[in-house]
């Protein structure tokens, strides 16, 4: 039995430490059942599992969330649409964001992905300074795929 202030009492019977519990307006519970003889704590349990839930609240805010942004592009996209979808995703990786690039192709263009790679690789060449290139998949028949994550705040100062 150990007491709410952490010195060991010493070796109980299970009815006696209820008594001594109750007697003190505390729980009794076991930290180590499997023990020989089992390990049992005076505490209030209801105080024990709010402080739990709140340590755990706290780790959660603390908890950075990355989410994924997707932006699709087609080969034959026009200058002007190109960089507004470049600005929309630099604020994406300003933001923490991972974005993705999805190149769809319709009817015939899927027979020539090398276009779509192109365009691709000029928008990786882009954010070069500010991101870099995570996944990269093959032609998937009518898309092509580019993951952009953003860089660590180490390597921004390094540049």
Known sequence: MIAPDGVQIGILETKKAIILGNQLGLDVV???PEGNPPVARLMNYGKFKYEQSQK??????KQTKISVKELKLTPK???????IKLDKAKKFIENGDKVK????????????PELGQRVLDK??????????????????????TMVLLPLSKNKKKKK
């Open 123 to 144: 928008f990786g060449e882009e954010m070069k300074d500010m991101s870099t290139i995570d996944v990269v998949s093959n032609n998937d028949g009518k898309s092509i």
């Open 77 to 83: 996209i026009r200058p002007n649409d190109f960089s």
């Open 101 to 112: 690039l999805t190149m769809w192709f319709r009817g015939r263009e899927a027979e020539h």
């Open 30 to 32: 076991q930290v180590s």
């Open 56 to 61: 755990a609240k706290e780790s959660r805010k």
